[in-house]
């Protein structure tokens, strides 16, 4: 049995640099986070080295004490062994609702893209293939980290509810693949949850939600908010009338930049399991950021550090102008003390296919930004045109049933392509499945 010492040491604020322990219950955001001012992240502190799968095909165990929860469970005082069968038991539980459980997904060269990408044998795609994970997309390993410390906390007596009719609602704004994962794990261990959507909504989204028993709220523009997400104000304010956060905005529960990272860990382990194959670039599709965040801090856990390339589309790219900005005003690496000087909502309607990722603001950009300036990377802003080559190309060469969205990586790939040597090794994320 691998009953080695969890890793992680506590949460560090990227913007005011405060600490908060890893014992700490319900951890979710800074202390200095304010209803007025959400410009506080928490980061994760801890040393991973040499990163280790145990060969499990469920990822949270795989990598089970690299999890900041597996640190904050041992500091409840669960035994390493109850740790496991927390996250075996909450897994299965999950499965009879999602139909999967969390496996470790596909990630394979695929030989066509990279030929009609022009890619040498030596060189190539690399597609990590979420289309098949919990819920159809990445989204639910952000998630399953805070499902697993809520239930962790419950397990040893510690929530404040004194039973389960009792538990707080959950609550998160998103438009669609976030809404229906943290629906999909709610279900799953029947905790109620209201999903704050946008007005545009497709009805596919609303009707998944439905079936999993969400209370979904369309969020309209209103005029009195601020710029920024309507689906995020009405979700701050069920937040401060008591509902638990429960989605993939790391200023908002900074435990989703905790399970996330399981997909980097993954890649990761192939990566340094094939020989001589360096990855010299990951092209990661950013919305929120919390995504681009965990597939880097994740993989740089491994032994090589590809150049983070994060994708937006020409239609919403907050975090490019934030990345820029932050690089001429003192530097791109730790630019949390220079938040409302780089990042704020942006101005125009965003639209695009790949609609999983117009966030108004990239919420975790900081996160973000360190893992491309560490990397020597750079943010990537693909066309509406590029955009919809991706899509068509990854449904022409690839047999995955990817979503625009999903595919938005490969739009980054195809924008930076002549930059890009025959022979280097790159890595896409095909992160969401396309639904109809
Ligand atoms: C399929 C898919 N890929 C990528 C993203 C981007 O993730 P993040 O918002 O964490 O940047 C999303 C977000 O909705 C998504 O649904
Ligand atoms: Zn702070």
Redesign the pocket.
Known sequence: MNAQPPVVTGWRCSACETRVSISQVFSWRCPNSSQTDRHHVLEIENAIAPLRSTGDANPFVAFQRYLAWDAFAANLGLEFESRTKIIRDLDDAVAKVAGTGFRTTPFLRNDELSKSLHFTEQGGVWIKD?THNVAG???AR?LFAQLLHLIAVEHVGRAPWRSQSERPQLAIA?????AIAASTLARAVNWPIQVFVPEYSDAATIKILNSLNANTVRCARVATDPPGDPCVYRFREAISSGAIPFG?QGPENAWCLDGGRTIGWEMAVVAEDLDGALFSRMFV????????TCAANGFFAGATKPKVHAVQTEGCAPLARAFLIAQKTGGARNAGSRWSQCMWPWETTPSSIAD??L?DE?Y?WIGACNAMVDSGGWPVVASEAQVHESFELAHRVTNVDV?P??A?GLAGLLAIRQEIADDERVIIIF??VRRQ
């Not at 599709?285 to 681009?292: E, I, L, P």
Request: include cysteine.
């Open positions: 979420e997309s990445q989204k952000h998103s438009c669609g693949n976030a993939v599709q950013a919305g929120g950021g919390a995504f681009a999983g990722i966030d990239t975790d979503s969205t999903g938005a992160s969401g």
